[in-house]
């Protein structure tokens, strides 16, 4: 997942480069000066001992060898040096007493002191690659064990919550570093951990922005751009006694989880829209269906009044303004209840080869009274245009155009209803003239319950017919528009394919 | 208005009281007899010990519902005219009824008019004296003679194809019934053409251009939309031409008795 470029040894960066000898903090010097003490003692004792004895010169030469090598093994090389330093001019010493200056001088002393030096260099070295070798498997498997845990905690996160805060204190948990900053570029979101002497928002999105992946062992912070395949989502930046190798897994482990959490997101959403609207249409689809009886009997009640005649004529106003207001209501619910239907996917496309002629004029005839005193056109391209779709859907799209051309038109206009067919597709399109439709409402009026601005006081509406004609086509893999100006009238559009695909 | 109906007695069968409570006054207003159900149960129990010229039935009821009932009330009635109340949207229920053996449906919310109308029509079928196989059928100007499989419009013969013609023949020996699409396709054309719904709707708007003066706003040959066709009877079309010629002035109470008995959908 990444592709910085980092080397790929596995040790501490701080750690490695403080091995040795290194002027560092007060204790490692006190150390220093503790081993080379104890090394010179070693060698004066030796020397004493020997001059005590008088032990011929190599057994001396071999004690103080033997100090200079455990010296060099546990302590260093340059310890051994000085040891070997000492040793020579401590035999010097007690060889020729009153000429230790010339002892330097001495080429027996200096090729001793070569070889000393030499051995001391050796033993030091292996001792220094033996030591490291073995404090990096420990850290191997300290970093191993640590990145374990932390993709499991992340495994085990909470994905209800944003993710960034969380991620940010369990990497400086787990890892023990001294701060950490994640940025979360799709929302635009900083989570830090620990201490920040500047900003680490602008830390944190200037690693974003320049895409820089790197180390700096001098100041321990490592940076690095959260990236899913090839796009950057993010940055972190870590401060602290990391490795490279552990940066570049910390990073990756926090993209996936970034990752998992929008999955996680976008699906609970989906789920708790889907539930919605089902429970938006079961409602609307009960009251609906409840509105029926009550509708029925005050129809029944009110014709079955004028029906028995004995009514004056105010008496008989009033009555079938009852009947009608009861016709209006019942429109209303029937348009909700198809609605309610098409959302919750209750209905299935039951395509079947219709001949676009017979629908058109059914169409008509269905609207026959709302068309009573309106100039109708219609043109069909090919009489014995057959058309695979569910014919009572396409019926309702149909219906909802010319209903709303009626509604809409300006008196005396005529409305054209024509069918094309296209190679892939069959238009249908009701043209009428009236008012624009703003551009901004072009698109929302076939949203439900949507009306628009300068309708709402022209017409009565419901904003839901346009939804239906909009879901049926849908249905059939179609779309609809509509295109509207002062000068050129508005026609509404849908296109339905060829080759319908069943679609819930 | 006045058919010699001399009381028909109505077997009312729905659970909602509303329903019947606002039925009843205007049916008994109009010499009618009413006889209240309210499960298909009940309404079983009294048809096996009453007379009934005709029932409404519910098909929306708990219990057995109005299907079954309807059944059941055909195993022993075949000829009592039976009226299923439906809602809209229940296209399948209406055409299922239909095969079951109902007379005919009305769409709730109906108007009191409509349902009258529909009742005389159904109750006088029956009561007609069952007419001839090949006894010419005559109503309004259209003529159909079965013997010679000839059919005239105003005394001037018309020229039909066969199909058109075993359309028309089926369609006006059950006039003022409706007739499904399935039913019309399995009489005219055979039962594996059931499905076959646009053959029909072809054969009928040919049909139309031969025998109604306005195809397009059809006098004789109706549309049960969704569910299928049905012929006027003579009673329907001098309803029609009362309401017509009545006075501009004082508009009808009710639009049209329903010459479509379902608007198209919204």
Known sequence: METGHVPDAFTPTRSAFSSGFAPGSGMKELRFVFQCTLGVLGIVCAAALAHRFGWLLPAALLIDLAIVVLTAWLGGFWQALAVSLSAILVHTAFNARGRILQAAADPASSVTLVAFVLIALVVSRLSAHVRRTATEAESWGRQMSDLYEFTRRTLAMNLNIEPGQQLADLVQEIFSLEAVVIFDADLHQTYQAGYWRQDPQELAQSVYYFENSDDDPASGLGRRVLRLGNVPIGSLIVRGDTTPLTNNTIASLIATTFDRYRAFANESQIETERRTEQLRSTVLDSLAHAYKTPLTAIRVASTGLGEMGKLSPAQAELVSLIDEQAAVLNELTTRLLTTARLDAGEVSLQAEPVGVRSLVDDVVAGLKDRLASMKVAIHIEDEDLELKCDRQLIGSLLTQYIDNACKYSLYGTTISIRVTRSKSETIFSVHSFGPEIPTADRERIFDRFYRSANASHRAAGTGIGLAVAKRAAQMHGGQVWVSSSQSEGTTFFAAIPAAVLQRS | MNMSESEIRILLVDDESAIRRALRPPLTELGFEVVEAIRGEEALQLLRTGTFD???????????????????????APRLPVLMLTVRDAEEEKVRALDEGADDYITKPFSVRELIARVRTAVRRVRAPSRAEDAPIEIGDIRLSPAQKRVTRRGQAVHLTRKEYGILHC????????????????????AEYREEVEYLRTFVRQLRKKIEDDPSSPAYLLTDVYVGYRFVDAEMLQDQA???????????LEPVPQPLPEQQKP
């Not at chain 2, 369609?171 to 055979?190: D, I, K, Q, Y």
């Not at chain 2, 009362?242 to 501009?248: E, L, M, R, S």
């Open chain 2, 54 to 76: 005709a029932v409404l039935l519910d098909i929306n009821m708990p219990g057995i519902g109005g299907i079954e009932t309807l059944r059941r009330i055909r195993s022993f």
């Open chain 2, 171 to 190: 369609l006006m020996s059950h006039a003022g019934r409706p007739v499904s699409n399935a039913e019309l396709l399995t009489t005219v054309w055979g």
């Open chain 2, 242 to 252: 009362a309401i017509v010629t009545q006075d501009p002035d004082q508009p009808p």
